[in-house]
């Protein structure tokens, strides 16, 4: 017990009282000896000047009688006598305050770097308490090796890192870096800054990430959370827990925007079936929508849901990107369609007559004109044309909703130079491009056979 005092206070550079049997009374007695410090030859790692009986190296006998000594000089410059000098931009905080035996013995030591504690990762947790409360651990941390990503006394990275983030992640996930290396667009903190959005140590999910979707995702991306709060109409996927990954992928992708996989395809993992917009409306399937269709609408044609959809969040019905009307009629105002006009010119419906505007067409009257630019009771382009795809050229519909009538004929037969439309909201009537039909002379009246009688 005493001569574990003399050693301390030997640490210490305090004087002591004489501990041994025979105290050395010369200053170039060795120190180690049977009768004092043996114990330091004991431990498998013993630090070189104490092996070789060089304690001079490191302490100063300042008086034989009453065995005193000092360092040759304090910490850390007694060590870096012998140890490489401190020249890189982050130093460890013991280290930096002179703390060399916070994690070393100075003689000797049961384990590996005359660490005091048997792994560096026990060294390192009587400081650094990291993943205390995570049910998956990251794989270093979990066997102790930290090291494999910190160094223990300085780096030119910061937080003691052994290289820079953008080659220490992908030096153990290898498969993960060469998956994004064939990708075309890459997710920015992939490139340099993976503990942006995973914990490095440890987590309570599998995949380390500090926090899950949308939570995680929103911090950088604050226009779509904006955007998807206080929508009036929502998307109820990006809500949902881990909702962003059903429809972008983490890293990287081959499809803009982190999709993953193309609009249309993606849409339809969901929208394959029916959707409930309120407890009294539901949405068909999209896929019956086109599926077999002879004519797509462009931007499905394109796989691009976003030409016409906003993906978070909107202010317009069925999410819509911009203004189209809810109504089945609407008095007309071409701010009413700016969806339609960003592909389809407002001229269309903006002039009476016309030789080659449109096919719709009886002579030069414009017949786009006729049916959408009224002040009361104007048709939206639904009444004629179904959005997504249709087996009639000009996406003309078979039938359309009309209250609760929910399948109105249209019955639209195409000529060479015009068409004919018998639906159930007019009369059949025909019109021609070339040689126009003369609507200001009253048809004869038709006579209709109904179960054999002819009405007088």
């Known amino acids: 017990m005493r001569q574990n005092i003399t050693m301390l206070l030997i640490l210490l550079g305090m004087a002591s009282s004489a501990v041994c049997v025979e105290k050395p009374q010369t200053e170039s007695e060795s120190c180690v000896t049977s009768e004092c410090h043996s114990e330091h030859l004991s431990k498998p790692v013993i630090h070189d000047p104490v092996n070789e009986g060089s304690c001079e190296a490191c302490h100063e006998l300042t008086d034989v009688k009453t065995h005193t000594f000092k360092f040759t000089e304090e910490e850390p410059g007694l060590c870096i006598q012998c140890h490489d000098e401190l020249s890189k931009a982050y130093v460890h905080g013991a280290l930096d305050d002179g703390e060399c035996r916070q994690c070393h013995e100075p003689h000797a030591s049961e384990y590996q770097s005359l660490l005091l504690a048997p792994t560096v990762g026990e060294m390192c947790m009587e400081c650094h308490e990291v993943a205390e409360e995570a049910t998956h651990l990251h794989g270093p941390t979990a066997v102790g090796e930290c090291s494999l990503c910190h160094t223990a006394h300085e780096s030119d990275h910061e937080n003691l890192l052994t290289m820079g983030l953008d080659e220490l992640c ?131 044609k394109e796989d691009d849901c976003s030409g016409c959809h906003m993906t978070h969040g909107s202010d317009q019905f069925r999410m819509l990107a911009q203004a189209y009307p809810a109504e089945f009629y609407s008095s007309f105002d071409e701010t009413k369609y700016e969806l339609c006009f960003g592909c389809h010119e407002k001229t269309l419906v903006r002039t009476s007559t016309t030789d080659a505007l449109t096919d719709f067409r009886n002579g030069t009257q414009n017949l786009h004109f006729l049916h959408v630019n009224k002040e009361r009771r104007g048709r939206t382009c639904r009444a004629c044309h179904q959005t997504h795809a249709s087996d009639q050229p000009k996406h003309i519909r078979m039938s359309v909703p009309y209250g609760g009538w929910k399948s109105l004929p249209i019955n639209f037969n195409k000529t060479d130079t015009g068409g004919l439309c018998s639906p159930g909201c007019h009369m059949a009537k025909a019109y021609d491009r070339q040689n126009a039909v003369d609507y200001t002379v009253k048809p004869a009246r038709r006579r209709t056979r109904l179960s054999g009688l002819v009405p007088r």
């Open 170 to 300: 992908v030096f153990c996930h290898v498969t993960t870096q060469e998956e994004v290396a064939g990708m075309e667009f890459v997710h920015e903190p992939v490139r340099d800054n993976c503990v942006g959005c995973h914990d490095p140590h440890g987590a309570n999910n599998w995949t380390m990430l500090k926090a899950e979707a949308p939570e995680m995702c929103f911090p950088c991306h604050e226009d779509i959370q904006t955007q998807t709060q206080t929508s009036k109409h929502q998307h109820n996927v990006v809500s949902e827990p881990g909702g962003c990954l059903k429809c972008h992928t983490p890293h990287g992708s081959s499809v803009k925007f982190l999709l993953a996989s193309v609009p249309t395809t993606l849409c339809l993992t969901c929208h394959d079936k029916a959707q409930g917009v309120t407890p009294s409306e539901v949405l068909p399937a999209f896929i019956d929508q086109i599926k077999d269709k002879t004519y797509l609408h462009g931007p499905i």
